[in-house]
């Protein structure tokens, strides 16, 4: 069987291409171009290099970006006082605070001050809420949304398919499960006190691993033919892999995202949908 990459990358490029004409054609009908602002507490370095990577993203669709660098010694009622300014900005589109936090920050009532019009992230409970029960004007976590355009744009059908989620995080694996099953798959999720997991995923057309655990699943363990879509990313003294041993995979699924350059684009493109969506919203406007 031959096994085909999924070119994250090129999707993600093709998103952005396709937001960046939605913004040329909005600003031309004389609005302002949308606003993203990243609050950056700290010096963490994958950190630093994640914003980075979001403020190119943001100029390669012609969006604007600004990232509010704070040093780590920042109160969190100097924080929570700039998301109340952010959330009250009309200019300010999309909010993203960028994490970990450092220590002595509450990550939760943080995340909980932002606007939810302006969650960008897809965090706050009333966009997980709305995005459990269905409701379109939801923010949706960016990487499970990712993936759903990967799986979307490369022809694959998730309709009535057996769908197995490993991992149960609140930013991957739970909205992972929910869009699956909000796109008619039967979806069973996966944890560390599953019982039989092999058995479970032997019976997977479609299996996203996202544990956390260098190299933990192999093809032997997967159905022929299955799709598989590996959300982790390991820095090894080897090089950098998934929660997936790929190479074990090869010639026995039909389908692999690769590490990187599968998933981990997607995040971002999605991010800047996001942002697009909330100022859609925000601003009344039907885009085309």
């Not at 009333?126 to 993936?147: F, H, Q, R």
């Not at 989620?165 to 944890?191: E, F, Q, W, Y």
């Not at 390991?234 to 995202?257: A, N, P, Q, R």
Request: a negative charge; hydrophobic letters at 40%; aromatic letters at 4%.
């Amino acid at each position: 069987m031959e096994t085909k990459l999924i070119d994250g990358k090129q999707i993600a490029r093709d998103v952005r291409a396709e937001l960046k004409e939605k913004v040329k054609k909005a600003v031309s009908a004389g609005m302002k171009a949308p606003k993203l602002v990243v609050i950056l507490v700290g010096e963490d370095p994958a950190s630093k290099i994640y914003v980075n990577n979001k403020e190119k993203a943001c100029g390669w669709v012609s969006m604007k970006s600004e990232t509010l660098r704070m040093p780590a010694e920042t109160s969190e009622e100097e924080v929570l006082a700039k998301i109340s300014e952010l959330n009250a900005d009309p200019e300010v589109n999309g909010i993203l605070v960028q994490l970990p936090l450092p220590k002595g920050l509450d990550e939760q009532k943080i995340l909980l001050a932002i606007d939810p019009a302006k969650d960008v992230d897809g965090f706050h409970p009333m966009n997980v809420g709305k995005s459990a029960v269905g409701d379109a004007s939801a923010l949706v976590s960016c990487t499970p949304l990712g993936i759903m355009e990967l799986l979307h744009r490369s022809g694959i059908q998730v309709s009535g398919k057996r769908c197995v989620v490993a991992g149960r995080s609140n930013i991957v694996g739970k909205p992972m499960a929910r869009l699956l099953l909000a796109d008619n798959g039967t979806v069973t999720v996966c944890h560390s006190r599953t019982q039989d997991m092999d058995q479970i995923l032997k019976e997977a057309d479609i299996f996203v691993a996202a544990v956390g655990k260098p190299k933990m699943f192999r093809g032997e363990q997967l159905k022929d033919g299955a799709v598989v879509i590996d959300v982790g990313i390991h820095h090894l003294d080897d090089g950098i892999c998934g929660d997936v041993d790929t190479e074990s995979c090869m010639g026995k699924v039909s389908y692999i995202t690769p590490v990187p350059g599968g998933v981990g684009p997607m995040t971002i493109a999605m991010l800047l949908s996001n942002t697009w969506q909330a100022y859609c919203t925000q601003n009344n406007y039907k885009a085309d």
